[in-house]
Structures are given as structure tokens and as C-alpha cells.
């Protein structure tokens, strides 16, 4: 009798299957309910059952499904992996329903039964949402500003590294502030931290485009870093925002003499350079700085081709060439 009901139960599932691939959900679960009915003991019944809510949208219902089928499955030893499946399935629910934390702590679940790619990819996507939640919780632009005071006022006594740990808590309380990394980037400056003064500087630029300190800070540190054909550029833009910045001027002459203290050393630096060696190679930019020479205005019209603008701004970076 007991096998003539298991017999049952699933043609009973195979009905279902067929109604829940035509989408036809209110047969699929009846066909899946009469399964567990006439055989108990089969915990995918239940997790057919949930399937069913899932695509239904009835989340808390697929959940209680779930929970019951994994009841049904330890009581019978059934095979892990649908055991995973029915936790991976918990855990998806909530994911719809927002409940990260839950649906973290299912997936966790689902993988010590069984491991999958697809669960320990979902298990990820969980946890970078819940790290960007707890990041957007933190952000609190007035405690951002009570950091921003004490740093500066560390800055004015010279206290450099106290002074960088609170930007880098203001920054934590409000990321989009650029003039914090601004802040920040003249500490690590006189500290001769250059390369994260550097990071600093160019987050402040992506966040705002024409805050001119930040040019003028990337200068001062690309100078200290003695990439002054670099740091030539930055002072320009700086310049280009304000031609009256005389700080900017003064960073830019500063530039033009280090680029020129030395300038046999600054040609073999940058023949040296494979990169640079192919563009002196190529006829075509060759006479392109022929023309650049003898009419200067000519230079606009070549960096409208953005391959050119590239090569002329490695020739630039390189101090080989100088736009004054």
C-alpha cells in the first residue's frame, strides 16, 4: 500500500511539473500538495510547493514551505543537497523581501549542507549589499564636518597624522565631501606620503571637477614625486579654472624650472621609454611637432583626434615636450 502511494505521489509530481512549466500555478499546487499527502515523508514536494509561491511572489509563504520541507527532510535523511536547495531557497525569498541579514545567514546554511558556485555567488551579492547599507548608515554629514574642524585644527598645530585620522573619519561620515580628501592629501604631503596624498587628490577632482585646490595639491605633490611634466599639467588645469590663482602660477613656473634644470637627464628619462621611442619613430607625429613648433595653434586642432591627444600627452608627461 505504502508503495503504491509513493507510486502515486509522483505521477501526482509529474502533473505538477507540467503545470508549472505552462505557468498554470493553482493546478501545479494542487498537484504538489496531493503529492505530500499521499507520501509524507518526501520533503521535494514541499520544496515544489515553495517553488510554486516563490514565482507567485508570496514570499513568507515559500518560506514556511521551505522550513517544513527541511523538518520533513532530517526526519528522513534525505539527500543534502535538496536539503541546500530548500535553504538557498529561504534565503532567495528574503533577498526579495529585503531582508538581507536573513537571507546572509540562509545562504551560509544552504553552503554548509552542500556548496555551489551560484549559492556562494548569491551568498556575495548578499554581503556587498549589507556592507554598502552599513557604509550608507554611517554616513552622517554632521559628524563629517565636527571630524573636518578637528582636523584642521590638528593641521594648524602640525599634527599631521592625528589630523589625517580624523578626515579619514569625516571622509567614512561623508564620502562625497572633496574638499575633506583635499584635506587629507595636504596631510599625507608634508608627510611625504605622496602616492596616497595623490589617491586623495584625484578623488577629490573625480567629485569636484573645478575645485581648484585639488589641482594645485595633485602639483605640489607630483613635483615632490619629481614628475614635473605631470605636474605641469595639473597646475595648468588649475590655471585654466582661475588664470588670477597665483598659486597656481607659482606652481607652474616652479615646473617650467625643474623641467629645465636638468635637460639632458630629463631627455634620456624619457627616451628610455619604449612608448615614447614609438611615437619619435612614427613620420606622421613627427611632423605634427614640426607643425606644433612653428605655429602653436596648429597643437588644437591635432587633439581632436583623441589618438594624438593620447600620444602628445605621453610626450607631455614624458618632459619631452612643453606647451607654454
Same mark, same amino acid.
Given at each position: 500500500?505504502?508503495?503504491?502511494?509513493?507510486?502515486?505521489?509522483?505521477?501526482?509530481?509529474?502533473?505538477?511539473?507540467?503545470?508549472?512549466?505552462?505557468?498554470?500555478?493553482?493546478?501545479?499546487?494542487?498537484?504538489?500538495?496531493?503529492?505530500?499527502?499521499?507520501? @509524507?515523508?518526501?520533503?521535494?514536494?514541499?520544496?515544489?510547493?515553495?517553488?510554486?509561491?516563490? *514565482?507567485? &511572489?508570496?514570499?513568507?509563504?515559500? +518560506?514556511? *514551505?521551505? $522550513?517544513?520541507?527541511?523538518?520533513?527532510?532530517? $526526519?528522513?535523511?534525505?539527500?543534502? =543537497? +535538496?536539503?541546500?536547495?530548500?535553504?538557498?531557497?529561504?534565503?532567495?525569498?528574503?533577498? /526579495?523581501?529585503?531582508?538581507?541579514?536573513?537571507?546572509?545567514?540562509?545562504?551560509?546554511?544552504?553552503?554548509?549542507?552542500?556548496?555551489?558556485?551560484?549559492?556562494?555567488?548569491?551568498?556575495?551579492?548578499?554581503?556587498? +549589499? #549589507?556592507?554598502?547599507?552599513?557604509?550608507?548608515?554611517?554616513?552622517?554629514?554632521? =559628524?563629517?564636518?565636527?571630524?573636518?574642524?578637528?582636523?584642521?585644527?590638528?593641521?594648524?598645530?602640525?599634527?599631521?597624522?592625528?589630523?589625517?585620522?580624523?578626515?579619514?573619519?569625516?571622509?567614512?561620515?561623508? @564620502?562625497?565631501?572633496? &574638499?575633506?580628501?583635499?584635506?587629507?592629501?595636504?596631510?599625507?604631503?608634508?608627510?611625504?606620503?605622496?602616492?596616497?596624498?595623490? /589617491?586623495?587628490?584625484?578623488?577629490?577632482?573625480?567629485?569636484?571637477?573645478?575645485?581648484?585646490?585639488?589641482? +594645485?595639491? =595633485?602639483?605640489?605633490?607630483?613635483?615632490?614625486?619629481?614628475?614635473?611634466?605631470?605636474?605641469?599639467?595639473?597646475?595648468?588645469?588649475?590655471?585654466? #579654472?582661475?588664470?588670477?590663482?597665483? *598659486?597656481?602660477?607659482?606652481?607652474?613656473?616652479?615646473?617650467?624650472?625643474?623641467?629645465?634644470?636638468?635637460?639632458?637627464?630629463?631627455?634620456?628619462?624619457?627616451?628610455?621609454? @619604449?612608448?615614447?621611442?614609438?611615437?619619435?619613430?612614427?613620420?606622421?607625429?613627427?611632423?605634427? #611637432?614640426?607643425?606644433?613648433?612653428?605655429? @602653436? =595653434?596648429?597643437?588644437?586642432?591635432?587633439?581632436?583626434?583623441?589618438?594624438?591627444?593620447?600620444?602628445?600627452?605621453?610626450?607631455? *608627461?614624458?618632459?619631452?615636450?612643453?606647451?607654454?
Amino acid at each position: 500500500m505504502a508503495s503504491d502511494n509513493k507510486a502515486q505521489a509522483l505521477k501526482e509530481k509529474e502533473l505538477g511539473n507540467d503545470a508549472y512549466k505552462k505557468r498554470d500555478f493553482d493546478a501545479a499546487l494542487t498537484r504538489y500538495k496531493r503529492a505530500f499527502e499521499l507520501d @509524507p515523508t518526501e520533503m521535494v514536494f514541499l520544496t515544489n510547493v515553495a517553488a510554486v509561491y516563490f *514565482e507567485q &511572489k508570496e514570499y513568507e509563504r515559500c +518560506i514556511q *514551505e521551505c $522550513e517544513k520541507a527541511i523538518e520533513v527532510g532530517r $526526519e528522513n535523511r534525505s539527500d543534502f =543537497k +535538496i536539503i541546500a536547495k530548500a535553504y538557498s531557497r529561504i534565503a532567495n525569498s528574503y533577498l /526579495k523581501l529585503k531582508d538581507y541579514k536573513r537571507a546572509r545567514d540562509n545562504f551560509h546554511k544552504s553552503l554548509a549542507e552542500h556548496r555551489t558556485p551560484e549559492t556562494k555567488e548569491k551568498l556575495s551579492e548578499v554581503e556587498r +549589499i #549589507l556592507k554598502e547599507e552599513e557604509r550608507k548608515a554611517y554616513v552622517n554629514p554632521e =559628524k563629517a564636518l565636527e571630524e573636518k574642524n578637528l582636523g584642521n585644527a590638528c593641521f594648524q598645530k602640525g599634527d599631521y597624522p592625528q589630523a589625517i585620522r580624523h578626515y579619514t573619519e569625516a571622509i567614512k561620515r561623508n @564620502p562625497e565631501d572633496a &574638499k575633506i580628501y583635499s584635506n587629507r592629501a595636504a596631510c599625507y604631503t608634508k608627510l611625504a606620503e605622496f602616492q596616497l596624498g595623490l /589617491k586623495d587628490c584625484d578623488n577629490c577632482i573625480r567629485l569636484e571637477p573645478n575645485f581648484i585646490k585639488g589641482y +594645485i595639491r =595633485k602639483g605640489a605633490i607630483l613635483l615632490g614625486l619629481k614628475e614635473p611634466s605631470k605636474a605641469l599639467l595639473a597646475y595648468q588645469k588649475a590655471i585654466d #579654472l582661475d588664470s588670477n590663482c597665483q *598659486e597656481a602660477i607659482d606652481g607652474y613656473r616652479r615646473c617650467m624650472m625643474a623641467s629645465n634644470s636638468d635637460p639632458e637627464e630629463v631627455r634620456k628619462r624619457a627616451m628610455a621609454d @619604449p612608448e615614447v621611442q614609438g611615437i619619435l619613430k612614427d613620420p606622421a607625429m613627427r611632423l605634427i #611637432l614640426e607643425q606644433m613648433q612653428d605655429d @602653436p =595653434k596648429a597643437l588644437q586642432e591635432h587633439l581632436k583626434n583623441p589618438e594624438i591627444a593620447a600620444r602628445i600627452q605621453k610626450l607631455l *608627461e614624458s618632459g619631452l615636450i612643453a606647451i607654454r
